[in-house]
């Protein structure tokens, strides 16, 4: 058979829209369920005990959308489309941004730690090293003058023992007011000040531009080892802070069931909202999950508790859905079940 010039170039065309439906990057982001994954493996506790049942963590699944992505999300349940500048904050890179979220996931065991242990009667601390940068935002005061990776240890002279401490702080001062910061930058010291501006969507709100954690170390007895590879942001601490207790513990809480939840969790053990609770609720349906922690909000009509309920309800699982403001309350709620 002879190929002729107009085979050869519909060949092409059709090989080249191929290869960009399925690899060009479009200015979108699509978050849709991610999976429930044990926590059996994660934690590891020297001559910790071990359930019957297990608890599981739940993960929302993201990247950015491709053409043919985009199309496929658009005719499929809980499938989300924003914006990429929604999903990833502006002037953060893509690695800025994941290390930003690892930060996050670090903390939220950390949290999750401290309140299992208290929790169990075992001992604990929390050694503060300062305040680390982990991503600077484009054209704010710091850009181009510190660095993500580098440690504010001082503000003013006053000692910054966490983020939130530094924010408060930071939000009393006005529009172009300047700060002084001492820095640890990999084992150098230094001094650099910078202006306070306001915030061109917030003019009310004033900073410098620098997304914060708290650099800090928490150290127990025994010790615990978390391995969650790259999963990312802080909204398993709830259930790793069950599963921390459980290995503590004799009694086992989950009386052989399949538990999953979701829920950011503080040093105080207070269950706090997260962002893709419809899509977890899927996720752990698909798993076989049979009870749901949702993070309550103390009752608000439009809680994570309440948007759980509602999935729960359209998608048809037979899946418990209970709603959580503290991990005492999650506590006592696995106390009271019958074994399974």
Same mark, same amino acid.
């Not at 983020?163 to 529009?175: F, I, R």
């Not at 909202?273 to 749901?292: C, L, P, Q, S, T």
């Given at each position: ?69 985009? %199309? ?216 076989? %999950? ?33 709603? %959580? ?16």
């Amino acid at each position: 058979m002879r190929i002729t010039k107009r085979t050869l170039v519909y060949s092409f065309i059709i090989t080249l829209t191929f290869f960009l439906l399925f690899t060009l990057d479009l200015p979108y982001y699509i978050y849709k369920p991610g999976h429930a994954d044990s926590l059996e493996n994660m934690v590891e506790i020297e001559n910790g005990y071990q359930g019957k049942g297990d608890l599981h963590l739940v993960t929302v699944s993201g990247g950015q959308a491709t053409p043919i992505q985009y %199309i496929l999300a658009k005719f499929m349940n809980y499938n989300e489309i924003v914006p990429i500048e929604e999903a990833r904050p502006e002037g953060m890179t893509d690695n800025e941004y994941m290390r930003h979220q690892l930060m996050l996931m670090e903390n939220s065991q950390q949290s999750s730690t401290v309140v299992a242990y208290r929790a169990a009667g075992k001992k604990y601390s929390i050694e503060y090293n300062g305040i680390y940068i982990i991503g600077v935002v484009e054209n704010m005061p710091a850009d181009e003058v510190l660095e993500p990776g580098d440690r504010i240890t001082h503000v003013d002279g006053k000692q910054m023992k966490e983020a939130n401490e530094m924010v408060e702080y930071v939000q009393m001062k006005k529009d172009g007011d300047k700060i002084e910061l001492d820095i640890d930058r990999n084992g150098k010291q230094m001094k650099k000040t910078i202006k306070v501006e306001s915030f061109a969507d917030q003019e009310e709100k004033v900073g410098i531009g620098i997304q914060l954690v708290t650099d800090q170390e928490v150290v127990v007895d025994p010790p615990v080892h978390i391995k969650s590879g790259n999963i990312g942001g802080p909204s398993a601490g709830l259930m790793f802070s069950l599963e921390i207790y459980n290995r503590l513990t004799e009694e086992d809480i989950t009386k052989g069931y399949h538990i999953a939840g979701t829920g950011e969790i503080d040093f105080d053990g207070n269950v706090l909202r997260i962002g893709g609770i419809d899509k977890k609720v899927v996720a752990a349906h698909r798993e076989g %999950i049979e009870i749901f922690f949702a993070p309550n909000e103390k009752g608000n009509k439009e809680s994570n508790y309440q948007v759980a309920k509602k999935t729960a309800e359209q998608i048809g699982t037979k899946m418990k859905i209970v709603p %959580i403001d503290t991990f005492d309350d999650a506590l006592a709620y696995l106390n009271q079940l019958e074994p399974k």
